[in-house]
């Protein structure tokens, strides 16, 4: 390079930087959005480049000029938050811009050439060094988030909601809606990429996603309005061999332990049913829950099944009761009671209707007469 030429480039060197911000104020809307320390910063990252590249062109000896450090170390990493590579990209082509458009003032008399190619090698390297330090930012982006990610499932799963689960919500993008656990077997695979396979069919379906592996188990938080049984099957085939659960729906991020805590207790007592649909609802498996030691789930067929039927009468426990001892036999239950099968029919559909369980139904059957047991025992206690 010209002595003259680097010579007119040292006194310009404030002017460009000036001249790159005025053109990025006119061109660039989202500049004009930014905070005002976000502009000072990106102002600084310009005259950076501009005093980087006098200094390259100084130094011929320097095959390449170090852009990385000297030109993105001047602002801080969140800047990288702030502006987008979109955004940095065209922050970029408007400097180069501005220095283009003075090129022939900028260069000694026939030397105009050689100072256009050393700004266009200049800003390839600026182009390279943008990729690298956002390449970075979005893996030091990415860990930070597995790692909060993995935070978030297993407070969930230890049943212990920390105090900083909000605040790790947020970080994440976790939008406030219902949320639902899925619990399943993870198979073999490789986590990570089973993960990011989940969040793109739940992203499909507009659904949030978080995931994780603790031993043999996959549990899923889902997040969305809506029925979550149709995207639940969509993911249910990403899962390993066995049962895959589903529990309860819950308001919240907060107050999902109770659903992670379903899901994974009829994960644990599913092989009991061994024609179970794939998921099933956590529900559902409420008999084999109780049986496996679940309170929860005992809890709840003493207060939603046996409760209702308890309040509806004693005509009514009794003929359930009685329907149930005697093989599911209209005639029976009628003779034993001394009332008639129509009778009978009427009682067992107002069962129904209260407890969502069919006594003619063998599960359902089998989940009344579970909650009787439960409930007479609960009432033998008290």
């Known amino acids: 390079m010209r002595a003259e030429t680097i010579a007119r480039l040292e006194q310009s060197m404030s002017a460009l930087g000036t001249a790159a911000m005025t053109s990025m104020d006119q061109r660039l809307p989202w500049f004009r959005a930014l905070s005002a320390e976000n502009r000072s910063w990106l102002g600084l990252v310009a005259q950076a480049g501009v005093a980087a ?8 000896e320097r095959n390449r000029p170090a852009v990385a450090g000297e030109v993105f170390g001047t602002a801080p990493r969140e800047l990288a938050r702030a502006v987008s590579l979109q955004q940095a990209v065209e922050m970029v082509r408007t400097i180069v811009d501005a220095v283009e458009s003075r090129v022939d003032e900028l260069a000694a008399p026939g030397g105009e050439a050689e100072l256009m190619q050393a700004v266009l090698r200049y800003t390839r390297e600026i182009a390279f060094a943008t990729a690298q330090v956002y390449a970075r930012s979005a893996e030091a982006r990415g860990a930070w988030d597995a790692r909060l990610e993995a935070l978030v499932v297993d407070s969930l799963v230890r049943g212990e909601i920390d105090e900083s689960l909000p605040s790790w919500a947020s970080a994440l993008n976790w939008s406030p809606a219902p949320v639902t656990v899925i619990a399943g077997n993870a198979g073999g695979g490789e986590p990570e990429g089973l993960v990011d396979e989940l969040r793109l069919v739940a992203r499909r379906a507009r659904f ?10 996959l549990v899923v938080v889902l997040g969305g309005t809506g029925d979550p049984m149709p995207i639940a099957r969509q993911l249910a085939v990403r899962f390993g061999s066995g049962p895959v659960v589903v529990g309860q729906c819950a308001k919240d991020l907060e107050s999902a332990v109770e659903s992670a805590s379903a ?14 649909p794939r998921p099933v609802l956590a529900s559902d498996l409420l008999p084999e829950r109780a049986l496996d030691g679940d309170e929860g789930a005992r809890a709840q067929l003493i207060e939603q099944v046996y409760g209702p039927l308890q309040r509806g009468g004693a005509a009514l426990l009794d003929t359930v009761t009685t329907y149930l001892e005697h093989g599911n036999s209209l005639e029976a239950t009628a003779r034993m009671l001394f009332i008639h099968p129509n009778t009978v029919r009427y009682r067992l559909r107002r069962a129904t209707e209260l407890t969502s369980f069919n006594p003619s139904n063998g599960r359902g059957g089998f989940a009344l007469w579970l909650a009787i047991v439960y409930g007479r025992l609960a009432n033998n206690r008290t």
């Open 53 to 60: 590249f006098v200094d390259w062109v100084k130094h011929p």
């Open 208 to 217: 949030d996603l978080l995931a994780g592996v603790h031993g043999h188990r």
């Open 263 to 276: 899901a994974l207790a009829g994960l644990r007592s599913a092989p009991a049913w061994p024609d179970a």
